[in-house]
T-cell receptor, first 113, second 116 residues
Framework: EPEVTQTPSHQVTQMGQEVILRCVPI?????FYWYRQILGQKVEFLVS????????KSEIFDDQFSVERPDGSNFTLKIRSTKLEDSAMYFC???????????FGPGTRLTVL | AQKVTQAQTEISVVEKEDVTLDCVYE???????LFWYKQPPSGELVFLIR??????QNEISGRYSWNFQKSTSSFNFTITASQVVDSAVYFC?????????????FGKGTKLTVNP
């Protein structure tokens, strides 16, 4: 069964460093998402991406964040200068079409020291 | 604005008990989708069900059942004869396709502990 994959599973970084979180969505899906879950809290929407551009972003997704689909398979989230409060689990999700279900990757746990 | 409320923060039951997880939502749209996801201790998000706003028929899948009532804006989830493996955090979520991005808005989750 096709699945969304994410790498790395755990990333530890120093405050101020740049990180890139990688996702490989399900191959024929058209909509891509990043969500964040701070430990013990709810899952929060960050950004959605369709047709090679951002379709919606939340207030959390400020200028420190960017997304890219550099080739036909990867979908990346870059945090330019990490802060302590960026420590969270980051989930990638993909969706085939508007009436379908979002499938989530296993997540990348980001720890900012 | 979209909002999902899961008033139960934590529930603890003994194995074989039935348990219902509550979900109340707010939306201005007439077309929307409701979801339940399970997050076991390992951390991944496991899709359980999707229901569109025009289908109020209740659904049963094994020990799981869902009760969707538009009149009370609720989409409750019942586990019958709970098992220890059901222990997880359960999230209810809402999406509005007319918003364009199909983003999911999650509730805060209910942590279910099933004790042997």
């Amino acid at each position: 069964e096709p699945e969304v994959t994410q790498t790395p599973s755990h990333q530890v970084t120093q405050m101020g460093q740049e990180v890139i979180l990688r996702c490989v969505p399900i191959s024929n899906h058209l909509y891509f998402y990043w969500y964040r879950q701070i430990l013990g809290q709810k899952v929060e929407f960050l950004v959605s991406f369709y047709n090679n551009e951002i379709s919606e972003k939340s207030e959390i997704f400020d200028d420190q964040f960017s997304v890219e689909r550099p080739d036909g398979s990867n979908f990346t989230l870059k945090i330019r200068s990490t802060k302590l409060e960026d420590s969270a689990m980051y989930f990638c999700a993909s969706l085939l079409g508007e009436t379908d279900t979002q499938y989530f990757g296993p997540g990348t746990r980001l720890t900012v020291l | 604005a979209q909002k999902v409320t899961q008033a139960q923060t934590e529930i603890s039951v003994v194995e074989k008990e039935d348990v219902t997880l509550d979900c109340v939502y707010e939306t201005r749209d007439t077309t929307y989708y409701l979801f339940w996801y399970k997050q076991p201790p390992s951390g991944e998000l496991v899709f359980l069900i999707r229901r569109n706003s025009f289908d109020e028929q209740n659904e049963i899948s094994g020990r799981y059942s869902w009760n969707f009532q538009k009149s009370t804006s609720s989409f409750n989830f019942t586990i019958t004869a709970s098992q220890v493996v059901d222990s997880a955090v359960y999230f209810c979520a809402l999406s509005e396709p007319q918003g364009g991005s199909e983003k999911l808005v999650f509730g805060k989750g209910t942590k279910l502990t099933v004790n042997p």
